[in-house]
């Protein structure tokens, strides 16, 4: 529903119409061809940039998106292409089909596979989720459906995520035989404990508006505005400077856990030198002339 | 009303009814043996287990529920009486009468008692709560009425939490000259700070609605219905593997004040771990082949 | 509107009516005569004590209340003047006009003020929000408008934040280049992340029914009733005894940070040196009499 929405969008020429300052950059895709066992095959995510934000989209509804290890390896390599660049303000993860994601394959799992093979898939995956904190650009999950383990994690690590409400979250690998543990990670830091433990023990799925209330969601939607809203903010992000905002996202995770009197310190020392970049200086004197910032790189979307 | 309901639905066979492979567990009681003040009486807590499901009820009514020495004694022992058992797989925390309870007994904390009565009181108060956590199947608070002081800690210290929308908390000890610093440990790991601190200075009482809002609740019912929500989600999780909920236990607590990269080394290796587990290949296999999983100790409610 | 309210309560004699206990405390201002840059001014807050509860008002609305240096170094000086007296027992923050405040003054900030400038800005900043954790009373934020960047930070570094339903929230630094890395010290810590991200990277506001349901406010109420709301949590507390406030607050910010074992060793340790405390004894005595309890330093207002 929400893949098709987006080829309409695509279609009308609305999202990816070409601004004046921004090439077109083509969709890339990646095959995970990083691991020996990882075959090449039709590609597992789909993206497209444009205006300095970056869509990638899960395409493998038929496997409701489970996070394989090749599914991992896409994703990670389409995160990371060409991350550094300018070009490149905000990422957008979203999903085809009715299930945003179901998780890790549980077919990469057996036992046949071993410990060895079992190790690399969580480890890549805990790779993924830290690398969307590490990144210097914010990452959204657009989230139109039903997100499960792994794929519940997914949005839990996002720095914001949008979703539909007809949307919902659960981690069921109880169910299985399987307690996700590695899911746990990103969601009792994203809920309150009760709320975690909760959905781990019992497998049961929240509604997205209940994810609002408990904090894995920043805001919910009805289906038919998720792209809209979730577009809105994306460019409200692109319009923004974007080494002010790397500046600030590294910030805030390095002074989170530190004691108050730390986080202070290091959070002070940011602002002094934020200010001391072009577009920190930039801004001020933007605000202080009753005009519109013009940053060092300026943002193709701003005019909007 | 709660108490009566339960023995309504013992009464009816309902809860208790036995189950072809889990044999009746009589109801066991403590009466707080260890304290060498504290003198042999009536038992203070009631329990009852019955298909996994061990039910511990606060049984002193009068004295509001009160945590003395000897009550938390009583608890205590409750909940440790054969823990490794197979045949736990859940507890259920619940109270007679219509305060679920109203925190520690003051008459304890008199001058004439003195600090060093105090300080075991505060003690085996703590040792409960952290017994709850450090516990490998889940503890479940079933609240109907009023928690206070210890009493509403006692709840935020449970891993889930019901209430019914009549219920209410709060940390009154500063109308009485005793900030509840010891609740606010539980407290103040359970709802954002601001609730936790307005709670604390003012000692007004919060909603059940606000509780759950706040984190302090994972689910709110009627009345009417607490004891069926709770019950069928204590059956849910009495119906998975017992050896698979306590590895994951374990590890979300392990992980939860880690850095993020260390949270994922831990759990990681637990996931790996789980999949070593005989219940871990067996939900997996029976996924992929379509077919109920079979848990080493088959859970007596797997067939509801 | 806030402040007209107030004054007209003023001019009423309703909320600072003299009790008979509690001698009247002139208003004092200051000027921030610390910083060498600062000239003497009008005064930029102005304060009432009466009954133990001491109001601190930011009273430059023409410039939105901006926390400039000499702002911040005056709501310092009003936060520590006689602190440690018997007579304060609750400091309630509020401003004039219909903004709470807008957060640093941009044009201390530019490039000609130098970093040296900036971090003075920023250390001060940080000292007066730490300080009001570090304050052995409880500090109150009453919002009425909009609370911006520091602004938004002195709001989440209050103990207890009651707010009117129209107020709202933002950390907008973006917008000007410079992100509100400082603020996101409090704000990370009082609202879940994914909430704070989204706040800190569109710089869009929240309302104050998302703030209390985030936990960035303790209480939010219509406008007409913010003042009399904002003064019955302030009674309630400078009802209470003192030193036992002041042990608890401290107590609740050593241990928050703990693992949990260590945070029950230390709230363990001030159960018992609360119950050492005269008015530990007192308020068990009183209970357990049926009493009101009188406190060793009897509040003005406990009659009311």
Redo the contacts between chains.
């Keep these: 529903m929400m893949a098709a929405g987006l080829r309409a969008l695509w279609a009308a020429g609305h999202w990816l119409r070409l601004g004046p300052r921004a090439p077109f950059i083509a969709g890339f895709s990646s095959r995970g061809t990083a691991g020996a066992r990882t075959e090449p095959g039709p590609s597992l995510t789909r993206t497209r940039q444009q205006d300095g934000i970056r869509n990638i989209i899960l395409s493998n509804p038929q496997k409701r998106n489970a996070l394989s290890l090749a599914m991992l390896r896409s994703l990670q390599s389409d995160i990371l292409h060409e991350a550094e660049s300018q070009e490149l303000k905000v990422i957008v993860i979203s999903a085809e089909g009715p299930v945003f994601s179901s998780g890790h394959d549980?077919?990469e799992?057996?036992?046949e596979q071993g410990?060895g093979y079992?190790?690399e898939v969580?480890?890549t995956?805990?790779e993924v989720?830290?690398l969307i904190?590490r990144l210097s650009v914010?990452v959204i999950a657009m989230v139109n459906g039903l997100a499960t383990a792994a794929g519940c994690q997914l949005v839990a690590s996002?720095?914001?995520?949008v979703a539909s409400d007809t949307s919902s979250f659960a981690t069921p690998g109880?169910?299985?035989?399987?307690?996700?543990?590695?899911p746990?990670?990103a969601l009792?830091?994203?809920?309150?404990?009760?709320?975690?433990?909760?959905m781990?023990?019992?497998?049961?799925p929240i509604s997205a508006q209940e994810a609002l209330?408990?904090?894995?969601?920043?805001?919910v939607v009805p289906a038919a505005q998720l792209e809209e809203e979730t577009l809105r903010?994306a460019r409200?992000?692109a319009s923004?400077?974007r080494p002010?905002?790397a500046?600030?996202?590294a910030?805030?995770f390095r002074?989170?856990?530190q004691?108050?009197?730390t986080?202070?310190?290091l959070?002070?020392q940011?602002?002094?030198d934020?200010?001391?970049?072009p577009?920190?200086?930039?801004?001020?004197?933007?605000?202080?002339q009753k005009r519109k910032?013009s940053?060092c790189r300026p943002a193709a979307l701003a005019e909007e």
């Design positions: 549980l077919k799992l057996t036992e410990p079992h190790t969580f480890q995956c805990a989720m830290m904190q914010p996002c720095d914001i995520a109880v169910n299985v035989g399987l307690f996700c543990s590695t746990g990670v009792g830091r994203a809920v309150p404990r009760k709320v975690a433990l909760e781990l023990f019992t497998g049961e209330r408990h904090g894995l969601l920043s805001r903010v409200k992000i923004l400077s002010v905002l500046l600030g996202k910030a805030f002074q989170l856990p004691d108050l009197s986080a202070y310190h959070a002070s940011t602002m002094v934020n200010l001391a970049l577009d920190g200086q930039e801004g001020i004197q933007a605000f202080l910032p940053w």
